[in-house]
C-alpha cells in the first residue's frame, strides 16, 4: 500500500524547510470528503516564510499538481485540498487484499516482542456467570490483535484458586458434603457449601477457627486437604473449559493464585530488605500513602498472605519467565485500586519493569431486571448465555428458511457470535446493560449484521463462478460507494494497530459495522455480475476484498463467518 502521508510530506518537503516526520504530523485527514483525501495547512509557515498562508499554499498546490498519484489538487484559504487518484489506490489496496488473503490486517509492529495478555481469570468454585463475559471476551480479541500485530503473545488465566475460602469450601465439604453432588453439579454444589459454611458460623464460630487451620493445612501441604483442594480445582476448571471451547478460546498458561504459594516467601523477603514493610496492628503492610494511596496488606495478623501478595510474586515470575515486552491484565475497573498499588510498589521494589504493567480495565455488566447477586440466587451462567443465544438464533435461522449445510453449526456460530460482537461493540470502560434483542438484532450494528453480510459476499463470489481476478481494472470500482468501501477496507490494518494501541477491541468491531455498512451500499447502487467480463472481474474482486477484510477482522474478535447464512 501506498505511504500517502510519507509520499506527500517528501513532496512537500522539496517546497519548505521542515523535518519530514513534522510535515507529516501536520498533514490531515480531512472529515469531509469534499476537501480531498489528505490536507495540508500553511498557518504555521507563515513566520518562517514571510508570507500569507493562503499565498503559501498556492505555491504548495501548484508544485503538487503534476503528481500522479493526484487526480486534483486545490489551494482553499491557507489549506493544500489533495485528492488522491482513486484508480491507483483502488488498485493497490484491493490487489493488496488479494495477495495477503488471511494476513491482510496483520502488521509486523510487535517485532516479535513478547506481550503477556491475562483475562478471565474466574475464581474456582464460584459461579462463571454473564460478569465474566467481559474480561474474557475483551481479553480474547485483545490476545489476537496483540498477535495480528506481530507480537509474541502468552495466554494466561490466572485462576483465583487460592484463599482461606477453601479453607472453609474444604470444612463444608467435611460437614455436609456428597461427592456425587459435586461430580454432577461442582460449582453450583460447591456454593451451596460455601453459603452454608457462612450461615452455619454464624451460630457456631468454631467453624471459622476450623477453616483457618484447615487453609493452613493447605498451605503446608496437607496431603488430604490438597487432594480435595485439587478436586475443587479440576471439577470447575472443566466447567470453565465447557465455556472457553464454545468461545473459542485457548490458553498457554493456568498459572493462578495457587502457583504463587511457594514463591511468596521470596517476595516478603525482599520488601523486609528493601525496607518497605511496615507493621500495623499486627499486619505488615506497605505504607503507600505518600503515593495517594492507601496501604496495601501484605501479611496478615496470623502471617498469611493476601490477594497482592500473590500478584507480586506473579509479576516478578512473569517477568523473569517471559521477559515481557508489555504484561497486560485485563481485569474489571474495581480493582482499579489493587492494580495501581502493585505498580507502585514494584517500582519501589527498583524494577524498572514495572511501567510495563498494563492493567486494562472495564465497566460493569447488569442485565435488564438488576444487579446479579450470587445470595439472592440472581445469577446468570455465561454457559446458559450462550446456550440461549444459540437457541435463539437456531429459531431465527428457521423461521428464515435460511439454506445451509449444518443448521446447528451456523447456529452456534452466528450465537455465539452475536454475543461475542454485542460485548465488543461499546468502549470497554462504559458499563452496559445486557439486552436479548439488542444481541440478537440482524438489522442494527450486530455480530449476525456482520455475519449476514459476509454470507452474501460469500453467495456473490459463489455465482460468479471460478475467475482469476488477477489484472483487475480499476476504473470499474471507482464509483462512490465503491470507493468508500474501498477506503474502508485499506483502513483496516492502521485500525487493527489503533486498537492495539488503545487497548480497545471496539475500534474494530466498529470498523467491520462501517466494512459492512460499505460493502451493503455498494451493493445496494451497483449491479455486480454483469455481463461485461471485465467489469465483473473488478467488482467480484472487490467483493472478494470485502469478504476478506470481514472475515479476517471478526477473527481478532474472536468469531466464526459462516459462508452461508
Ligand atoms: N480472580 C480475580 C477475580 O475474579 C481476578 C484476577 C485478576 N488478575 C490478577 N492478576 N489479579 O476478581
Redesign the pocket.
Known amino acids: 500500500m501506498v505511504e500517502y502521508k510519507l509520499e506527500i510530506a517528501k513532496l512537500i518537503k522539496e517546497q519548505v524547510d521542515l523535518e519530514l516526520e513534522e510535515i507529516m504530523s501536520m498533514i490531515e485527514v480531512p472529515q469531509n470528503a469534499d476537501m480531498g483525501d489528505f490536507a495540508f495547512p500553511c498557518f504555521k509557515l507563515a513566520k518562517t516564510l514571510r508570507k500569507a498562508p493562503p499565498l503559501i499554499a498556492k505555491g504548495i498546490a501548484e508544485s503538487l499538481a503534476n503528481a500522479s498519484m493526484f487526480e486534483k489538487v486545490e489551494q482553499v484559504n491557507a489549506y493544500v485540498n489533495m485528492f488522491v487518484s482513486k484508480e491507483e489506490f483502488v488498485k493497490d489496496a484491493v490487489a493488496e487484499v488479494l495477495e495477503k488473503k488471511e494476513d491482510y490486517g496483520k502488521s509486523n509492529v510487535g517485532e516479535g516482542r513478547p506481550v503477556i495478555v491475562?483475562f478471565s481469570?474466574?475464581?474456582i468454585a464460584?459461579p462463571f456467570h454473564i460478569g465474566?463475559i467481559r474480561?474474557t471476551v475483551i481479553g480474547n480479541a485483545i490476545n489476537k490483535i496483540y498477535d495480528a500485530m506481530g507480537f509474541k503473545v502468552t495466554r494466561i488465566n490466572?485462576?483465583?484458586d487460592y484463599g482461606t475460602q477453601f479453607g472453609k469450601m474444604i470444612v463444608a465439604y467435611r460437614h455436609w458434603g456428597c461427592e456425587e453432588d459435586v461430580k454432577r453439579e461442582p460449582i453450583k454444589t460447591l456454593l451451596e457449601y460455601y453459603t452454608k459454611f457462612h450461615v452455619e458460623a454464624e451460630t457456631d464460630p468454631s467453624l471459622e477457627d476450623e477453616a483457618r487451620e484447615t487453609f493452613a493445612k493447605l498451605e503446608q501441604g496437607g496431603q488430604e486437604e490438597t487432594k480435595l483442594w485439587q478436586w475443587f480445582r479440576d471439577e470447575s476448571l472443566k466447567e470453565f473449559t465447557r465455556v472457553y471451547d464454545m468461545l473459542g478460546i485457548q490458553y498457554d498458561s493456568y498459572a493462578?493464585?495457587s502457583f504463587y504459594s511457594d514463591k511468596m516467601p521470596q517476595v516478603v523477603e525482599e520488601l523486609k530488605e528493601k525496607d518497605l514493610l511496615v507493621e500495623s496492628r499486627g499486619a505488615m503492610i506497605v505504607d503507600l500513602e505518600p503515593f495517594g494511596l492507601t496501604p496495601a496488606p501484605i501479611l496478615k495478623t496470623d502471617g498469611s498472605t493476601l490477594?497482592i501478595t500473590?500478584?507480586l510474586a506473579?509479576a516478578k515470575y512473569r517477568e523473569n519467565t517471559y521477559n515481557f515486552y508489555k504484561n497486560i491484565?485485563v481485569?474489571?475497573s474495581?480493582?482499579n485500586l489493587?492494580?495501581q498499588q502493585?505498580k507502585k510498589i514494584l517500582e519501589l521494589m527498583g524494577y524498572e519493569w514495572a511501567k510495563d504493567i498494563i492493567h486494562v480495565p472495564f465497566g460493569l455488566v447488569s442485565l435488564e431486571e438488576g444487579t446479579m447477586s450470587t445470595r439472592a440466587g440472581r445469577v446468570v451462567f455465561l454457559e446458559d448465555v450462550l446456550n440461549k443465544a444459540i437457541e435463539e438464533t437456531r429459531k431465527i435461522i428457521e423461521e428464515k428458511g435460511v439454506v445451509t449445510e449444518n443448521v446447528e453449526e451456523t447456529a452456534k456460530q452466528v450465537g455465539i457470535g452475536a454475543v461475542v460482537f454485542n460485548e465488543l461493540s461499546n468502549n470497554r470502560i462504559k458499563d452496559y446493560v445486557f439486552k436479548w434483542d439488542k444481541v440478537l438484532d440482524f438489522n442494527g450494528e450486530t455480530g449476525p449484521y456482520v455475519q449476514y453480510t459476509h454470507a452474501r459476499c460469500a453467495s456473490i463470489i459463489r455465482n460468479a463462478g471460478e475467475m482469476d481476478l488477477t489484472g483487475f481494472d480499476p476504473k470499474y470500482i471507482t464509483s462512490e460507494s465503491a470507493y468508500q468501501l474501498v477506503k474502508a477496507i485499506a483502513d483496516l490494518p492502521q485500525v487493527v494497530i489503533e486498537a492495539g494501541e488503545k487497548y480497545e477491541p471496539s475500534v474494530v468491531t466498529r470498523h467491520i459495522v462501517d466494512i459492512a455498512q460499505g460493502f451493503n451500499k455498494f451493493y445496494h447502487d451497483e449491479h455486480i455480475l454483469v455481463d461485461d467480463p471485465e467489469e465483473k472481474k473488478a467488482k467480484v474482486a472487490l467483493v472478494v476484498a470485502a469478504k476478506t477484510a470481514i472475515k479476517n477482522g471478526l477473527a481478532l474478535l474472536g468469531m466464526d463467518a459462516p459462508e452461508r447464512m
Open positions: 491475562e481469570s474466574p475464581n464460584k465474566h474480561s490466572h485462576l483465583g493462578g493464585e490477594y500473590r500478584d506473579c491484565y481485569v474489571a474495581q480493582q489493587h492494580f502493585l
